[in-house]
């Protein structure tokens, strides 16, 4: 079992800058791969970007690439997520996930509660 909590999340104007965390707990962390998601209203959940349990392979969604960037710090139980250049089209609930494997799908075992990001224009 792990517990996800995201932080982080707040309004910034375009083209500024966020980091989101996700801080785990219970099972060892680097057990895991992770995800982030974000959801904005009325729309379904996106994938943004994965990260593998070894922090060696990253994947990003095509509209995040260039601008995001995932990490993760094993030793402090943490990952991250570096958003620069914001647009206002990311604004969303972001969601930091926990699972087997990077997936660009929400197919992870474990999911936080979420961060809001909105950034105005």
């Known amino acids: 079992q792990v517990q996800l909590v995201e932080s982080g999340g707040g309004l910034v104007q375009a083209g500024g800058s966020l980091r989101l965390s996700c801080a785990a707990s219970g099972r060892s962390f680097s057990s895991y791969a992770m995800g982030w998601f974000r959801q904005a209203p009325g729309k379904e959940r996106e994938f943004v970007a994965a990260i593998s349990r070894s922090g060696g392979s990253m994947y990003y969604a095509d509209s995040v690439k260039g601008r995001f960037t995932i990490s993760r710090d094993n030793a402090k139980n943490t990952g991250y997520l570096q958003m620069n250049s914001l647009k206002p089209e990311d604004t969303a609930a972001y969601y930091c996930?926990?699972?087997?494997?990077?997936?660009?799908?929400?197919?992870?075992?474990?999911w936080g509660q979420g961060t809001q990001v909105t950034v105005s224009s």
């Open positions: 996930a926990a699972g087997q494997l990077p997936s660009y799908t929400a197919s992870y075992d474990y």
